[in-house]
């Protein structure tokens, strides 16, 4: 289906009808390159009927309407486009009234969502130059240049300009079917060269959340980053501190779930970034030898998952992201006389409490995050009833993966991961013979890895109480 855009991108001049241009390395845009509808192989095939839609009653109501973003960047690299982003001259209230199943969302940067049953299309007004005659309550920055407010309307040639990456810089206007190409986007796109439009150090100050972008795209699109786009990151990565921790939480999802959260990971790390969202944890790594191992097996899994269609949740691997944070803490209070099952609960609200302030982490992911934690302390007590308690716990089965996570980094030697997989998958017979295994072994099998001096408890009078039945 891409085969003659394919060709089309390798022979870029042959082909390109330049409107005007400004391609003498100054830095600015280069001008607007257009291919027409027979020159370019995107077919509306590939678009949602929803958003194909909106673009239709947008063009029909005498409004400019164009596909952009992230859609046109991934069909033209052959992948399927799940989100659709319109960009309009409509204003949100002309959107509003032009579309019944739409919302105005957003302060800072207000947009409006048209719902069609799940699906959601995301159209967004051209937005245009800050100038200081504009009030405050349309376009706000602050004195380190951080857009604080981006809702001034332009036209589409503005609203180019001010994207991030030249291949987002991509429009597909519903009026002729024709591809616009605002910066380079097209080049950039066939040498796989994620490129910001603009000077990198103002473009990162206005927004510094496009520094997680540029390492999202990377790793998604294995793309490399322009090496103007890439100097200042590890300068400008602690302006990352400036960000709502509910912006960075949802952002975090988009690097660590699409897919390829394992090359985010090191990206991330090598480019100073990680530490500006998971700070405890960067310092742990130094500190544990199993953390790492840890952190990257939970990625694993969850690109795994991801690959094979299946529910990841944000509970599992902030869950992973923060223990060995927690453990650290629970070692560091045991030392000082408090006993373990109280140290695990002070442990995980001090670790919580202070990532609360990069990152939000919404109730409906900690409160299942805490009881995979509270579960790696019930899992090796497995006397009597309290096996089938915990097996018919409703969390039972991501602790158990958590467990077996930190059997495979080395936290824990291995072996309770085992009778819980035998355990979990055996008849009425097995599970009385595994618990008479229990029984024999009070000492159970889920002792640190690592010896470290035990300062002796008074009133000791079961040496591993807190671990093990
Ligand atoms: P995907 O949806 O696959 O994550 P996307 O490129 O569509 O990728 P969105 O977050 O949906 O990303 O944003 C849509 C478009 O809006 C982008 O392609 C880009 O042009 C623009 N955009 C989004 N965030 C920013 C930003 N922080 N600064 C400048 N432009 C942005
Ligand atoms: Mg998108």
């Known amino acids: 289906m891409f085969k003659g855009f394919t060709r089309f991108l390798q022979r870029p001049g042959e082909r390109l009808k330049t409107l005007f241009g400004n391609q003498d390395g100054t830095g600015k845009a280069p001008g607007l390159r257009i291919i027409p509808r027979e020159e370019h192989d995107i077919s509306r095939q590939l678009f949602s009927d929803s958003a194909l839609k909106v673009l239709y009653r947008l063009h029909n109501a005498g409004y400019e309407a164009y596909l952009v973003g992230g859609c046109l960047r991934d069909a033209l690299l052959g992948q399927t486009p799940k989100d659709f982003d319109v960009a309009t001259n409509a204003t949100p209230e002309e959107l509003r009234d032009l579309f019944r199943n739409s919302r105005i969302i957003g302060r800072r940067f207000r947009i409006v969502?048209?719902?069609?049953?799940?699906?959601?299309?995301?159209?967004?007004?051209?937005?245009g130059r800050h100038t200081d005659d504009h009030g405050e309550h349309v376009s706000q920055q602050s004195e380190a240049?951080?857009?604080?407010?981006?809702?001034v309307w332009g036209n589409v040639e503005e609203d180019a300009l001010r994207r991030d990456f030249t291949v987002n810089a991509l429009y597909y206007n519903i009026a002729d079917f024709s591809l616009h190409d605002w910066a380079g986007g097209l080049d950039d796109l066939e040498h796989r060269t994620l490129r910001l439009i603009g000077d990198p150090q103002v473009r990162y100050r206005e927004d510094p959340v496009r520094m997680l972008r540029a390492i999202r795209f990377a790793a998604k699109l294995d793309f490399t980053l322009a090496p103007a786009t890439e100097a200042p990151i590890r300068e400008l990565a602690p302006l990352l501190l400036q960000i709502p921790p509910a912006r960075l939480f949802e952002e975090v999802l988009k690097l660590f779930m699409s897919g390829q959260a394992v090359a985010t990971y090191h990206l991330l790390r090598d480019y100073g970034l990680f530490a500006m969202l998971f700070p405890e944890a960067d310092e742990t790594l130094d500190e544990l030898d199993w953390a790492?191992?840890?952190?990257?097996?939970?990625?694993?899994?969850?690109?795994?998952?991801?690959?094979?269609?299946?529910p990841v949740t944000p509970a599992f691997l902030f869950g992973a992201l923060l223990w060995p944070g927690v453990q650290q803490r629970v070692q560091r209070l045991q030392a000082e006389g408090m006993p373990p099952i109280p140290?695990?609960?002070t442990a995980a609200q001090q670790a919580i409490a202070r990532q609360l302030q990069h990152t939000s982490i919404p109730k409906r992911f900690s409160l299942p995050m805490r009881d995979i934690w509270d579960l790696q302390q019930r899992l090796p007590r497995r006397r009597g009833k309290r096996a089938y308690q915990t097996l018919e716990h409703p969390r039972f089965r991501a602790?158990?993966?958590f467990l077996l996570l930190r059997e495979a980094a080395g936290e824990v030697k291995p072996g309770l991961g085992d009778w819980w997989t035998a355990f979990q998958e055996g008849d009425e017979h097995d599970q009385r013979r595994l618990l008479g295994k229990v029984d024999a072994d009070p000492a159970g099998t889920a002792a640190p890895r690592k010896r470290r001096p035990r300062k002796r408890r008074r009133n000791n009078t079961r040496p591993d109480s807190g671990n093990h039945d």
């Open 399 to 401: 602790a158990y993966d």
């Open 343 to 345: 140290a695990q609960q």
């Open 292 to 310: 790492e191992p840890l952190i990257i097996q939970a990625l694993a899994n969850t690109d795994d998952r991801v690959r094979r269609e299946r």
């Open 113 to 127: 969502h048209v719902r069609f049953g799940r699906e959601i299309i995301e159209v967004t007004t051209f937005r």
């Open 145 to 151: 240049g951080l857009l604080l407010r981006d809702n």
